[in-house]
Nanobody
Framework: QVQLVESGGGLVPAGGSLRLSCAAS????????MGWYRQAPGKQRELVAT???????TYADSVKGRFTISRDNAKNAVYLQMNSLKPEDTAVYYC???????WGQGTQVTVSS
């Protein structure tokens, strides 16, 4: 059974940094696009960043220049480096295998002002 497990969330002050990790088990990720999404309280889930199997990267405008997505196929992992965090980045962050129903359970990121 394929699973995605996120880690690395936490509470940080505005301007701080966090690095989220998504570990895949049960199947390799190398041939799949992977993405990070987030959902803030009372809001719809939104795309944060994606990285294709060919390493093409997209970002939401709100995180460009602050967040960096990367992948390590040998480790079956995807990462999201988040710098210059803002209170509006507070949300549950989810990892997803793009174009599938495979999601992780989410990790909470809280940025205090």
């Amino acid at each position: 059974q394929v699973q995605l497990v996120e880690s690395g969330g936490g509470l940080v002050p505005a301007g701080g940094s966090l690095r989220l990790s998504c570990a895949a088990s049960g199947s390799g990720i190398a041939i799949h696009g992977m993405g990070w999404y987030r959902q803030a309280p009372g809001k719809q889930r939104e795309l944060v960043a994606t990285i294709s199997s060919g390493y093409t990267i997209t970002y939401a405008d709100s995180v460009k220049g602050r967040f960096t997505i990367s992948r390590d196929n040998a480790k079956n992992a995807v990462y999201l480096q988040m710098n210059s965090l803002k209170p509006e980045d507070t949300a549950v962050y989810y990892c997803r295998r793009v174009s599938s129903d495979l999601w992780g359970q989410g990790t909470q990121v809280t940025v205090s002002s």
